[in-house]
């Protein structure tokens, strides 16, 4: 497990870099990105489930003119890793919501990232235009390898962070919770066609909707 859970680090990594920085292939829209993660954990079904619900639950969110939306491929690279670990202790759904439910946060680290790399990229580029068209594929490489090695590092942290509260907490959750997050990933679809019926740019007082509406299905499973 934990050999593949560094192979899905370092993969990850590499398909986050689609998102702006490689490729533009859609490689690291949430529903590949997760679903080639937990191939190669061994549990394709769950990373299928984590990479929809991630998908599902920003398609009102798209990076349209300077609205930088959190970032849906770090949180699909940090959660599906950490829902195949999950999956170890729990059925596939509530592994999923669990995941869920904790890299959710982590899309604000992933666009953090983002924004810090573009900036710190634009100052590879010489001033002196004479030297320009040499030092462009160096810059280029330079950038690629910070980006990757930021991605690593960011994603490492990530990851580690989501699987250490997963061991922490899989003796300690009361039934009703778990019964909360295997819903969780079924209510992202409500979510995210609610959010496209808006059609607005999520604001931070949804977050605190979506915290209490978590809570209150927690409450609800907890009295069935």
């Known amino acids: 497990m934990i050999a593949g859970i560094i192979c899905s680090v370092l993969v990850g990594s590499m398909l986050w870099l689609d998102r702006v920085f490689m490729f533009q292939l859609f490689l690291s829209r949430p529903?590949?990105?997760a679903s080639v993660l937990g191939l190669i954990l061994g549990n394709i079904g769950i990373g299928l489930l984590v990479g929809a619900s991630?998908?599902?639950?920003?398609?009102?969110?798209?990076?349209?003119?300077?609205?930088?939306?959190?970032?849906?491929?770090?949180?699909a690279a940090t959660a599906a890793p950490v829902a195949v670990y999950a999956a170890a202790f729990?059925?596939?759904?509530?592994?999923?919501?669990?995941?869920?439910?904790?890299?959710?946060?982590?899309?604000?680290?992933?666009?953090?990232?983002?924004?810090?790399?573009?900036t710190?990229?634009?100052?590879?580029?010489?001033?002196?235009?004479?030297?320009?068209?040499?030092?462009?594929?160096?810059?280029?490489?330079?950038?690629l390898l910070r980006s990757y090695g930021y991605a690593l590092i960011g994603l490492s942290c990530s990851v580690g962070f989501g699987v250490t509260m997963v061991h922490i907490l899989k003796d300690i959750l009361p039934t009703p919770v778990i019964t909360a997050c295997a819903?969780?990933?079924?209510?992202?679809?409500?979510?995210?066609?609610?959010?496209?019926?808006?059609?607005?740019?999520?604001?931070?007082?949804?977050?605190?909707?979506?915290v209490l509406g978590m809570a209150l299905v927690v409450i609800v499973t907890w009295m069935l």
């Open 31 to 33: 529903i590949v990105i």
């Open 54 to 75: 991630l998908e599902l639950l920003w398609l009102n969110a798209p990076p349209v003119g300077a609205y930088l939306p959190n970032d849906d491929s770090f949180t």
């Open 90 to 118: 729990l059925n596939d759904a509530a592994a999923a919501g669990l995941a869920l439910v904790l890299c959710l946060p982590i899309s604000l680290l992933g666009r953090t990232l983002d924004m810090r790399l573009r």
């Open 120 to 143: 710190a990229n634009e100052t590879l580029l010489p001033t002196d235009k004479k030297n320009m068209y040499s030092a462009v594929p160096r810059a280029m490489a330079k950038a």
């Open 183 to 210: 819903i969780m990933p079924f209510a992202s679809i409500v979510i995210g066609i609610a959010g496209l019926l808006v059609q607005e740019i999520p604001r931070p007082r949804q977050t605190g909707l979506f």
